[in-house]
């Protein structure tokens, strides 16, 4: 009787996790949308507004379900455990390395969309959104390390939100930085494209702009 109570909680916390990810990563897309469409102007806020505050809240909120679910429906997928775990591992780490090392080229205001400076090196010579690659890379590797159907869901769901993100920022991007961002991005793909690879397989990066 304790063991059936005690799954039928655990079904129930996975459940109440799940639907909490779901929700809270589908408010802020559609708050990106909203925005890339012209609606309305929610992402990215420039400034320490509501926007501002709602959207790194539910981000956060999502992050902290995601390892819930994770752990809660561990290796529910079926898939190989050692190779998936070694190949898991190796995206994970180099894509949250790749992110991580991005976002500390950018700065911390710009990272979390408040008005900064325009930032065309370091790894931003070879992609305008090396983080957002670095998170999807690890969002990839993160769904193959938890073996998780209902966490190979939220990841696909992340990756979704990743891939539209641009869309909203460069309306105000362009607004931002004018002439100089439009150059940029003419010579530097949105995520990553064969002029990436060149770049970073011979090192010859086209040198920032600096006007």
């Known amino acids: 009787m304790q063991s059936a109570e005690g799954g039928a909680m655990l079904e129930s ?9 779901v929700g809270s990563l589908l408010i802020t ?15 990215p806020p420039g400034e320490r507004n509501w926007a501002f505050y709602i959207q790194w809240s539910l981000s956060q909120l999502f992050s902290i379900a995601l390892l819930v679910i994770a752990v809660l429906d561990w ?7 050692l190779p998936t775990l070694a190949v ?11 992110a991580i090392a991005a ?22 010579r070879y992609s305008r959104n090396p983080q957002y690659v670095g998170y999807i890379v690890a969002s990839v590797g ?11 869901v ?3 769901m992340y990756v979704g939100w990743w891939l539209t993100l641009p869309f909203a920022e460069e309306p105000w991007l362009r607004e931002q930085y004018g002439k100089p961002y439009e150059r ?6 949105r995520f990553v494209g064969l002029r990436t690879i060149r770049a970073v397989v011979g090192n010859r990066a086209e040198p920032a702009l600096t006007e």
């Open 13 to 21: 916390l996975t459940t109440i996790a799940f639907a909490i990810a």
């Open 29 to 43: 897309f559609v708050g990106v949308a909203v925005s890339a469409l012209g609606v309305a102007n929610y992402w």
């Open 75 to 81: 290796n529910s997928l079926g898939l190989p455990r």
């Open 88 to 98: 898991g591992s190796i995206l994970f780490v180099v894509g949250f390395v790749v």
């Open 103 to 124: 976002g500390r080229d950018l700065g911390v205001e710009e990272t979390t969309g408040l008005t900064g400076e325009l930032r065309t090196d370091g790894w931003y």
């Open 142 to 152: 993160f769904a193959l390390l938890a073996n998780s159907t209902l966490t190979a």
């Open 154 to 156: 939220l990841c696909a």
């Open 184 to 189: 940029y991005a003419e010579r530097v793909p």
